[in-house]
Every structure is written in structure tokens, then in C-alpha cells.
């Protein structure tokens, strides 16, 4: 059996802890003053530029920051988004994503800006301390199996705003601005959702995960002692387990070693919420 060298120096995955209100709060209003700041770099070109999420372009990206914002506001916005019916085949999210996209087809970018410094501060204070009641609900979910409203705005909404302005930043040749203790607990929470999640496909073995960058680390995902390991780019690591990345995509940007075959069947198995 090949053992990892690095694998006791890795921390547990699993047991990253979660956050609390203030954590949540902090988190939420980073990432809101990065996002603002970076949509006012962008100029007229910009906004027609592609993005890694394929149907979109960057305004539309801007158009569901807006929306999603604007969700948090009142439980009856909530309610009125959460009330898209799905395609066939479609997530619920997706079908909340094009409501909030068609209800914004006409508003410009600088309106989009202005709707999200006008609803973004009062969603993400609702999102950390109110909302209680709906906080305790949970609805089933095809990625996590199951989704705690408590983790969609204490954990999932700063991870898309984090996700999407790195999607705007590389579709714009911006700089991502990350900071030792905001991005790396955003990265991190993503592994302790990636370490759920594989429980089950490792069972008894386990893999490291050595993620470069500032938002990276060195995880342990699954029980015993790890015999294979992958390395990636933090942020490359983000955009494949989010699903922008195919498999074929997200592989060539992993390096491994130990048991290889069990590192893949791991990498094919990543997938978390965003």
C-alpha cells in the first residue's frame, strides 16, 4: 500500500468548523465590497464578454448577483423567486436564476450595480440574523442530498458571490483580491461540503487534497490513512467542483500520486454546491 507522506501534516476535512451569525455576517459583507468593487472596474466592453457559467455573459452574471441579493430582502421576495417552476430536468436554482435574469433583461449594468448597493447590505444582515423560522427548514438537494436554508445564507450565498466574481475576474482579466482569512475559510467550508459528500464513496480509505494558492491548504477527506494524493490550483479546484470544469478539464489540472485510480474515482466524485 502507498502511503501519502503528507497525509499527517493534512487536516480533517470534516472537521472544519461552522460558522456562526458574526462569521457568516463577516463573510457575506466582504464579499459583497469585493463584488461592488470589482463590477465598478468593468467597462462598456465588459459586460458582453462570456463566462465560464456558458449561457451567461458577464452583465447576466451581474443581473443574477442583483436577483439574489434582492431574495434575501423580504420573505416576500423569497417566496415570489422560489416559486419558479423548474424545466424538466432543470434544478430549482436554475429556474430561480432565469426569473431573476428575465425580470432584469432591460435594467443596465449601472442599475444592476446600484439595485445590489441598494438590497445587498439589507439581505446579507437578514441572511446572518433573521429569516429564523425558515433557517430551520431544509428541502432535499441532487448535490448535498439535502439543503439547510441555514447553510444557503450562512455558507452558500458568500461562496457564490465568491465563485462569480472569480468567474468575472477571469472572463475580464481582472485581479481576484483574496485575504488570509476570508478566502481560505470560504475555500475551507467548501471542503468540509467536498468531505460530506465522499463519505460514502471512500468508505474506510482516504485522500489527500493539496490545494496551492491562498485559498488552499492541505485536506484530508475520508477515514484512515491516505494512499493517494491530488494537487491543484485552489481556485482551478473551486471552478471544477462547482461544475464549470468537465472531468476531462479538471483532471489535467491535477497532479497525482499514491493510488491513482482512487484519487480519480475522488476528483469524479467532487462536486459541491455553489
Known sequence: ????????????????????????????????????????????????????????????MLAHQAGSYASGTTYREMIHQ?????????????????????????????????????????AIHKWAYQFRLFKLNSVPHPVPGRLSMRDLMWVIHSRDTWMHRLDICRATGRTFEQTTGHDDRIAALVMRDAAKKLAQKLGTRAVVFDLSGLAGGLWKIGTGQAT???????????????????????????????????????????????
Open 1 to 60: 500500500m502507498t502511503v501519502v507522506a503528507s497525509s499527517n501534516a493534512a487536516l480533517e476535512a470534516v472537521r472544519v468548523p461552522y460558522l456562526t451569525a458574526d462569521e457568516a455576517y463577516a463573510l457575506l459583507r466582504t464579499e459583497l465590497e469585493r463584488l461592488l468593487a470589482l463590477v465598478e472596474t468593468l467597462d462598456s466592453a465588459d459586460w458582453a464578454k462570456p463566462t465560464a457559467c456558458t449561457e451567461w455573459t458577464v452583465r447576466d
Open 228 to 274: 493517494a494524493s491530488i494537487q491543484m490550483d485552489a481556485l482551478d479546484f473551486n471552478v471544477y467542483a462547482s461544475g464549470r470544469y468537465t472531468y476531462a478539464e479538471g483532471r489535467s489540472k491535477a497532479n497525482v500520486s499514491g493510488d491513482v485510480a482512487l484519487a480519480e474515482l475522488a476528483l469524479k466524485n467532487t462536486q459541491v454546491l455553489y
Open 82 to 122: 422560489y416559486r419558479a417552476k423548474p424545466k424538466v430536468g432543470q434544478l430549482r436554482e436554475d429556474a430561480v436564476n432565469a426569473l431573476q435574469l428575465a425580470e432584469r433583461a432591460d435594467t443596465s449594468p449601472a442599475q444592476l450595480i446600484a439595485e445590489i448597493r441598494r438590497v445587498g447590505p439589507i
